[in-house]
């Protein structure tokens, strides 16, 4: 399903292990979304009704490794 734009719509958005229990600062991914249609999807916590970026799994996989390490 997509919206007017051609956008995917996507549920099941899920915030980072290190974001604030009231929502915090953080980006949101959908697991299942990555799973079956090999992109993710990732969106400002804070404006959920914002732009998504649809990024390939190694590039999420990239940014994570980078979050882990402190480099951002």
Do not use: F
Not at 12 to 36: I, M
Not at 40 to 55: C, E, H, Y
């Amino acid at each position: 399903m997509t919206d007017n734009t051609g956008t995917p719509q996507v549920t099941g958005w899920v915030s980072s292990s290190y974001s604030e229990p009231n929502g915090g600062q953080c980006v949101q991914w959908v697991p299942a979304h990555a799973a079956a249609h090999g992109t993710v999807p990732v969106r400002d916590s804070k404006n959920p009704a914002g732009p998504a970026l649809m990024v390939s799994p190694a590039a999420w996989a990239g940014l994570v490794e980078i979050a882990r390490g402190g480099e951002v």
